[in-house]
C-alpha cells in the first residue's frame, strides 16, 4: 500500500526537480523526469550489458525496465525455484547503479507457462471452457505464494523498484472457474445470467458487443460481475505489493495498465466498442481507482498503432488518471514506436512529459536512438545549429528553427529524449480582470496595478498561466511555486528561493484582495520568461520557453 511517507516523497520529487535556469545566452537543465525503457536480459547479454548501458546513459535514459520474469516463467538470475532464461539480471543491477541508473523488474502477474504446465488445474477458464496455457487463476493462493517467492528472490537484488504487468484478465471471456463463479454467487449475482451474456458475447455468435452494452446500461448482475473481477486485481495487487514492501522498505512499485477507452465514455460516442472505457472495464477489470492505495505509479500502455487514436491520446489518459488518483500521483507514459511515425512517437513524449513524471519506451533496441550533441538555448525566431548523433554513430550538422510555438525535437527515424520545450505567452492589462494565456482569455478576481512606478501582478494567475502550480502554507504565509522550477517566496520578505538559491526583490510581495501580488519582474528573473511593457496599451506581455523533459 501506498505510504504517507511515499506520498511525502513523490510530491517533494515533484516540487523539487530543476528545469531551465533561464538567462540569456545560457540555459541550465536537470530533470526528475523518468525517461525510462523496457529491456530484455538476453537483448542485454547478446550486446553486452557495460557496452549497452552506458549507450542508453548518453542517450538519456536514467532508468531501465528490466523484464525479470518472462511469460513463460523463466527468469534471469540463478534460481533453485525458477528456469533460467539467462544469467545476467545481477550483472546488469551492478553496472546501472554504477551508471547511476535505476532498476526496475517488471513482470506479468497471470501469464506463467511453466507454472501452468506444473498445475494445470490452477488454469483460468474462459466461458467456452477454452484453456490457455499461460493464464493462471487469480484466486489461486498457491500461485499467488509462488510469486511471492519470485518477489522475495529479485528483492536480494539492489533494485528501486517492482512494476505488475498483465495484472488483469486476458479479456471478458475470462475467468469462469467454478471457484470463481462459487465467488460470484456467493456476492449475489446469477451466474446463469453473466454466463449466458458471455457467451453470446464471446463464443456464440461472438458478437463483442453484448456483455459491453449491457455493462454500460447498468444490468446489475453484469455491473456487479465487472466489480468483483476489479476487486480481485485489486486486492491480488495490494497483496503483492504489501508483501514487497514488507522485505523492503521505500520501495517504490508501480503497473503497466491497458488504456483503452479513455477519449469514449460511451459506446454510442465511439466508432467502435473497442475505443470505449466499457470495453476496457469488462475486459480487463483495470479501471484506475482499482490501484488506488495500492500502487505508486501506475504506466498506460498508450500504444498507438493497437489504439487507432493520435499522440494526443497520451495527454487524455495522464489527465484522466490524474483526475481519479489525483494530481500528484505519478503517471508514466509507456510508448512503443512500432508501426507509427517518428512524430507521432515525439509527440507521444511530448505530453507524457508535460502532463506526467516520465516516459518508459518499449523496446530497446527496437528502435534507433538519437541526441542534440549541444545544448539548445529556445529564443523565439532564432535557428541555431546542433550536431544530431544517432546510436548507430551517424553525425548530422542541423539547423533548428524557433518559432512561437511548442519545441518538439523531430528528425528522420531517431527518437529523441530531448529537449522538449512549451512556449507560453501571457498578456495583461493594468486594471483589467482578464488575462490571455495562450491566445485564449481567461478571467481573473483581481486586475495587475501599478504603484509607486512599478507594475504588480497576481502571482497565482501569472504562475498558473505559465503551467506553474502554486501551493500557499497559511501559517508560514509562503507561496511555493512548483514545476519548471520549485519557488518559495514569503509575504513581506525581499528574500526568496529558487531551487534552493536565495534572490532578492527590489519589493516584498504582499497580499491585497486575498491575493498575493509580487513586482512583474519578479516572474523574469525567478521564472525566467521575457516581459515586455507596451505604454500606450498599459500592457505587460509575458512570454518565453518552459523545458519540460
Do not use: H
Amino acid at each position: 500500500m501506498v505510504s504517507g511517507n511515499k506520498r511525502l516523497v513523490i510530491f517533494l520529487l515533484l516540487l523539487v526537480f530543476v528545469l531551465n535556469l533561464y538567462k540569456p545566452g545560457i540555459v541550465a537543465f536537470e530533470s526528475s523526469k523518468i525517461k525510462g525503457v523496457c529491456i530484455r536480459g538476453d537483448d542485454l547479454k547478446g550486446k553486452g550489458v557495460e557496452a549497452t548501458l552506458k549507450k542508453l546513459k548518453d542517450f538519456g535514459y536514467n532508468t531501465i525496465f528490466f523484464l525479470a520474469k518472462t511469460p513463460e516463467g523463466l527468469v534471469y538470475f540463478e534460481s533453485k525455484n525458477f528456469p533460467l532464461s539467462v544469467d545476467v539480471f545481477g550483472e546488469t543491477v551492478n553496472a546501472a547503479k554504477k551508471l547511476g541508473i535505476k532498476v526496475y523488474a517488471y513482470f506479468p502477474i497471470v501469464m506463467d507457462k511453466n507454472y501452468a504446465s506444473k498445475y494445470p488445474s490452477e488454469k483460468m477458464k474462459s466461458i467456452g471452457n477454452a484453456i490457455n496455457d499461460y493464464y493462471i487463476s487469480l484466486l489461486s493462493e498457491n500461485y499467488l505464494k509462488y510469486v511471492k517467492v519470485f518477489i522475495k528472490e529479485i528483492l536480494a537484488y539492489e533494485v528501486d523498484g517492482l512494476v505488475f504487468d498483465y495484472i488483469r484478465f486476458p479479456n471478458g471471456n475470462y475467468d469462469f472457474r467454478e471457484d470463481f463463479l462459487a465467488r460470484a454467487k456467493a456476492e449475489g449475482i446469477n451466474i446463469d445470467r453473466v454466463k449466458d451474456v458471455a457467451y453470446k458475447t464471446f463464443v456464440k455468435p461472438a458478437d463483442w458487443k453484448t456483455m459491453f452494452e449491457a455493462f454500460e446500461a447498468g444490468d446489475k448482475d453484469i455491473v456487479n460481475w465487472v466489480k468483483l473481477r476489479e476487486n480481485i486485481v485489486s486486492k491480488v495487487a495490494l497483496e503483492l505489493s504489501d508483501y514487497a514492501e514488507s522485505l523492503k522498505g521505500n520501495l517504490s512499485i508501480g503497473a503497466f495498465i491497458v488504456s483503452r477507452g479513455y477519449r469514449n465514455s460511451l459506446i454510442s460516442q465511439a466508432s467502435s466498442i473497442s475505443e470505449t472505457s466499457s470495453y476496457q472495464v469488462v475486459n480487463f477489470a483495470q479501471e484506475a481507482s482499482v490501484f488506488k492505495g495500492v500502487v505508486d505509479f501506475l504506466a498506460p500502455m498508450v500504444y498507438l498503432s493497437n489504439l487507432n487514436e493520435k499522440s494526443d491520446y497520451t495527454k487524455l489518459v495522464v489527465t484522466k488518471i490524474k483526475s481519479v488518483l489525483g494530481e500528484e500521483f505519478t503517471v508514466l507514459t509507456a510508448v512503443n514506436p512500432f508501426e507509427i511515425s517518428i512524430s507521432e512517437t515525439q509527440e507521444e513524449l511530448f505530453y507524457g512529459y508535460n502532463y506526467g513524471e516520465g516516459v518508459i519506451l518499449f523496446r530497446y533496441p527496437l528502435f534507433e536512438m538519437g541526441r542534440f550533441e549541444s545544448e539548445i538555448i529556445p529564443l523565439a525566431g532564432t535557428s541555431p545549429s546542433v550536431n544530431i548523433i544517432s546510436s548507430q554513430g551517424v553525425s548530422k550538422q542541423v539547423k533548428i528553427d524557433f518559432s512561437k510555438n511548442n519545441f518538439i525535437p523531430i528528425f528522420e527515424n531517431l527518437v529523441m529524449l530531448s529537449p522538449f520545450y512549451i512556449y507560453n505567452n501571457l498578456e495583461l492589462i493594468i486594471g483589467n480582470f482578464q488575462i490571455l494565456v495562450n491566445g485564449e482569455e481567461r478571467e481573473m478576481d483581481v486586475a495587475p496595478f501599478i504603484q509607486n512606478s512599478r507594475t504588480f501582478v497576481p502571482v497565482r494567475f501569472v504562475s498558473e498561466g505559465l503551467n506553474e502550480k502554486v501551493a500557499w502554507n497559511a501559517k508560514a504565509r509562503e507561496v511555493i511555486i512548483y514545476g519548471s522550477k520549485s519557488v518559495l517566496l514569503k509575504i513581506g520578505d525581499r528574500k526568496y528561493l529558487v531551487n534552493g538559491e536565495e534572490r532578492e526583490m527590489d519589493v516584498a510581495p504582499f497580499i491585497q484582495n486575498s491575493r498575493t501580488f509580487v513586482p512583474v519582474r519578479f516572474v523574469s528573473e525567478a521564472l525566467g520568461y521575457e516581459v515586455t511593457w507596451e505604454e500606450t496599451l498599459k500592457k505587460v506581455i509575458i512570454e518565453g520557453y518552459r523545458r519540460i523533459d
